[in-house]
């Protein structure tokens, strides 16, 4: 069976994401990490997702890298391509999602892309081409204090043509709610007026099912995960009772790795912060001290791990460790030593504790932030992953394909998602489940 769907996604977070909805509505779906030619793929999928970690490096690395991963998902046979971005739209001022939507524009011989990062299951609407974040405007929401990706401008046309070579063009609610011939309508006269991006509007799931039955016929499509959905609704006609139930049903099949679990949470965003004091008076919990990263290293790690193991032994909760801080602090350390140089010493000290705990024993991480998760997931050298059962819309349990001594649990939880309780919510599932 040649391949419905592939997903090139710019985080790792927002991969299991789309694989999770993927799943959802009723595609056979592998997550892989490090793809090359020859990867192992496990029984015939109808939907590959390829996790990179490029939404803040340099444009040009992050075009190579998702122009290579479209090469190696057209080899398996893609028939269509989803370019996943955040539901945030996150990016830097300098892309990548412009870039990197031109470029596979250009590789698949394509005049026309949509611009669908809505997810409003998660609160993300697009009302006339503006970004909301339940009743913020993305610039007015949490977003503005973005450690890496701080979104100052909620207006999806303004952004992406800052970002790209082409021009954008709106398709609002009214033409969406009309259906999937009104949108299709409306895209062919976008392409032949020379628009490039059509920025649709979407207030609900059902305005992605739309988006979905409308695209059917474009070799590439870009957003968020909720386009993911609408697409794979559309490929598999699945019902709103079938979506719901693979949401929300315990997977009675799935059983998690035995061993320890550790929560790491690398985010700063508000739901991130709401969750980590949530889970504090739950479990024991250390705080990571910036300065210590940069100055000590690798002494850091080991005594930050050496606490960790001791931790797992004496509770049930899982022992945080947490470098989640408010806006303020966040900028005092970027002030003091550089934003780009605190974040890649964070996300390596989380990678290196991932690697120390792992071979200490732990088997099951759940990790929160996007760069944070990537860090973490290449750390623990993971090729790939099935994808399990969702602790919360967009944040499914996920194993490694490893059978082996090697094999771990992830739940990689975007910054904004899940709900306060997310940390316990995930280990509940785990009990009464190990194999
Ligand atoms: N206390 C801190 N000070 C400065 N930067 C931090 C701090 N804690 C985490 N970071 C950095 O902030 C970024 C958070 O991004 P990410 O992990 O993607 O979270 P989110 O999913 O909320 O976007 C990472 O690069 C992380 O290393
Ligand atoms: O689309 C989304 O919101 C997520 O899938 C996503 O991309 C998460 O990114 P982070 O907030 O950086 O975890």
Known sequence: ????????????TGATDIAGFLVAAGLRT???????????????????????KTRSIPAADAVAQSLAACRLLEELGAERIVFKYCSTFDSTAEGNIGPVTDALLDRLGEDLTVVVPALPVNGRTVYQGHLFVYDQLLHESGMRDHPVTPMRDSNLLRLLEAQSTGRARNIPYTVVSAGPEAVREALAQARRDGVRYAVLDALDMSHLDTIGAATADMRLVTGGSGLGSGIA????????A???????????SWSFTAGH??????????MTRRQVAAYRPL???????????????????????AWAEDAQRGTESAPLVSATAPPEEVRGWQDRYGAARVSAAVEEFFGRLASALHARGTTRFITAGGET??????????????????????????????TGADRVDLALKSGNFGTED??????????????
């Open 1 to 12: 069976m040649p391949l419905r769907l592939g997903v090139i996604a710019d985080d790792f």
């Open 30 to 52: 592998v997550q892989l990490n490090d793809p090359r030619p020859g990867t192992y793929l496990p029984a015939d999928p109808d939907a590959v997702v390829i996790s990179l």
């Open 233 to 240: 609704r559309a490929l598999t006609g699945a019902s709103d």
């Open 242 to 252: 079938s979506q719901d139930a693979a949401q929300h049903a315990p997977e009675k």
């Open 261 to 270: 679990t550790v929560v790491l949470s690398g985010s700063c965003s508000e």
């Open 283 to 305: 479990a024991p919990s250390l705080t990571v001290d910036v300065a210590e990263v940069l100055g000590r290293g690798a002494d850091y790690v080991a005594e930050v791990a």
């Open 373 to 402: 998760s990537g860090a973490v997931t290449q750390a623990l050298e993971v090729t790939g992953f099935e994808v399990g059962p969702q602790i919360a819309p967009g944040v499914p349990w996920t194993r490694t394909l490893d």
């Open 422 to 435: 997310f940390f316990s919510a995930a280990q509940r599932l785990v009990t009464g489940r190990h194999t």
